[in-house]
C-alpha cells in the first residue's frame, strides 16, 4: 500500500454469521480478548487485510448488500494502530470454551459497548447468513494518545 493513500476501499466476501453479528478491527484488538484458536479461525472464517492502512484515526463506512433487512450501510471512527484489518463473525474466534464466549458477550453488552475504538459490531443484518461486507476507510486524522 502506498504510504500517502488516505482512503481505501475493500470488499470482505463470504463472511459466515452465526451469531447475528459481524466485527471489523484492527488486529490488535484481538490481543486483548481469549481466543480459540489464534488467528487460525479468523484465516477459515474470516477475512484479514495485512497492512491495508497507515495507522491514524479513520472514517469507516461499511455497506452490507441482500440482508434480511436488505441493503443495509453504517459509519464510525475507527482507530488503527496495527494498519490489519479484520473482519469476521466474533463467535468464530473470541473465547475458547463457551462460557469465555459467554463472558465476552455479557462484558461488552452483545457488542454495543465493546471498550475499545479499534474495533466495532454491525449487527443489523436481522439473521444469519453468509454476507459481503464492503469497507470504505478514509484517514481523517492521527491516533489519540
Known sequence: MNSNKRSVTVSANSIGVDSGMIMVGDLRYLDSVPLRDDR?????????FDQLLIPGLYELTW???????????????????????????????IGGPDEEWMDWLNANDYGRDLKSDEVMIIDEMGG??????????RRIGDLKK
Open 40 to 48: 487460525a479461525a479468523l484465516d477459515i472464517s474470516g477475512q484479514i
Open 63 to 93: 455497506n452490507i448488500p441482500e440482508t434480511y433487512n436488505g441493503d443495509i450501510k453504517g459509519h464510525r471512527t475507527l482507530d488503527v494502530r496495527t494498519g490489519d484489518i479484520f473482519v469476521c463473525d466474533p463467535c468464530y474466534i
Open 128 to 137: 444469519d447468513g453468509c454476507y459481503k461486507v464492503m469497507l470504505s476507510f
